[in-house]
């Protein structure tokens, strides 16, 4: 009896001539949508299965954790070492225009040479609470997010308000403060 025929080369081959039909920006937007879906589908697993405080626990863990790992990551690739508050807006720029430009829209003020301000008018975490049915109890994971890129860097910062509810959800507009200390330099 003959050994069976290991399909995976010629499948490889046959799914690398269809990809080759994206271009880049195509394949770009297809990760994100798939990546935003599992995120979504995550949150709602463990608001279902644990209730949705613990599932607002795990997504601030889990979105400040892979904000600190994305932030070392990329700015690896491109030898990046942010320092000054014009460093940070830069890589912090790179990091949403890499993560999904198209799922935020937002407004980014200098109001020092240690702070900036972010006015967030649509985001795509609380359209999907809304359209989930959670906005009212939903805390944000972006913010959370944003504190791991600079965790990252060691930065040390101050964030106003304070993580928790979203804003959206409570009828605020969605705006924050972001300071760096004086240590780290000014830009």
């Given at each position: ?8 080369p010629r499948?490889?081959?046959k799914a ?18 798939c ?15 644990h ?5 607002n626990?795990?997504?601030?863990i889990?979105a400040h ?13 491109l030898?990046?070492s ?11 720029e ?15 003020f ?16 609380f ?5 989930g ?14 504190t791991?890129?600079f965790?990252?860097?060691?930065a040390?910062y101050?964030?106003?308000?304070a993580?928790?509810?979203c804003?959206?959800t ?18």
């Open positions: 009896m003959n050994a069976p025929e290991n399909l995976q499948l490889r081959e690398g001539e269809l990809l080759a039909r994206f271009g880049a920006a195509e394949r770009a937007t297809l990760l994100i949508k990546w935003m879906s599992h995120d979504a589908r995550w949150f709602m697993a463990v608001a279902s299965a209730g949705i405080a613990e599932a626990r795990l997504n601030q889990a954790e892979v904000g600190k790992v994305e932030a070392q990551r990329v700015a690896r690739a030898k990046l942010p320092r000054t508050l014009d460093d940070f807006l830069l890589a912090q790179l990091f949403i225009a890499l993560l999904g430009p198209d799922l935020l829209d937002y407004d980014v200098k109001i020092s040479d240690r702070a900036y301000q972010v006015r967030v008018r649509r985001c795509f975490a359209d999907n609470a809304a359209r049915g959670i906005a009212g109890r939903y805390e944000c994971g972006i913010f959370a997010r944003v791991g890129w965790d990252a860097f060691s040390q101050e964030i106003n308000p993580l928790g509810k804003l959206k409570q009828g605020q507009a969605c705006v924050y403060v972001i300071t760096l200390e004086s240590n780290r330099g000014h830009g």
